[in-house]
């Protein structure tokens, strides 16, 4: 159950830590986005840690290299397990958070964005990108592996494509988790190319990130275990 990571997407430290009390032992980690980091800032990440718990802190650097390299450093220093970088920051950029993370103490797993799952071919074509969607997922996949990274954040739909070509090694991390026995669907929502959890690991995942199922469900727990359950009798990824 451990490659089970809960988004945090909730608007106070408050909210934020009294979920990870709920789900702790039961999930493998937490993912805390600039909406909730920006409101309560790199001591909740601290607080998460001192904990014990894995904390990806998903900000998506995308910024000049030393810059990115200094704010790997950083959310090392607080205690991130797992930072994110967009992999369109290119080759020197994917290189400068990867060393940087490597010359931690801590070492944080460095996983590049691919393509947000929001953009549409249109909106791709609006900042000069031309090729599919799955070309340009898997071209800044193969980036971001050759130039340190520990792999790649990608949409359910990509997942087998993605895993036949980078191989068994890069970490795949999954948001667009919905359904399946338990899975729940709660929140409204604006996923639209999922998986259920078990198709997800199937098709070579990592770690799977769930957000509103989970956190918006009235009984998180019982709704993390339910996901959980799906998981726990399918191989272990890398
Ligand atoms: O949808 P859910 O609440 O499970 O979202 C979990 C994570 O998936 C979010 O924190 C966000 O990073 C990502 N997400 C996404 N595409 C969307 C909605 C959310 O990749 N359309």
Known sequence: MNQLLVAL???????????ADQLRGTVGGFKIGSRLFTREGPSL????????????????????????????????QL???MVTVHGSGGQAMLRAA????????????????????????????????????????????????????????ASPREVARLRSTL??????????????PGGGMAGGDDQVRTLTAAD?????????VVGRPIIAAPEPLEAARA????????????
């Not at 997407?9 to 979920?19: E, G, I, K, T």
């Not at 993370?101 to 900042?127: F, G, K, Q, Y």
């Not at 068994?168 to 359904?179: E, L, N, S, Y």
């Open 200 to 208: 997800a690991l199937s098709a070579g995942s990592s770690y799977l």
């Open 9 to 19: 997407d909730v608007d106070s430290r408050a909210h934020a830590l009294d979920l």
């Open 79 to 81: 205690g991130a397990w």
């Open 98 to 153: 990867a060393n940087a993370a490597r010359e931690s103490e801590r070492v944080p797993l460095v996983v590049a964005v691919t393509v947000l799952t929001s953009m549409d071919p249109a909106e791709l074509a609006r900042i000069g990108v031309h090729r599919e969607i799955p070309e340009q997922v898997e071209a800044l996949a193969a980036l971001a592996t050759a130039s340190g990274c520990d792999g790649v954040v």
């Open 227 to 238: 996901i959980g359950a799906q998981m726990v009798s399918l191989p272990a990824q890398p």
């Open 167 to 180: 191989g068994p090694a890069p970490i795949i991390v999954t948001p667009g988790i919905r359904g399946g």
């Open 45 to 76: 990440v601290t607080a998460l840690a001192d904990r014990g718990d894995r904390v990806f802190l998903d900000l998506k650097f995308h910024d000049i290299p030393s810059v990115v390299g200094d704010a790997v450093r950083a959310a090392s």
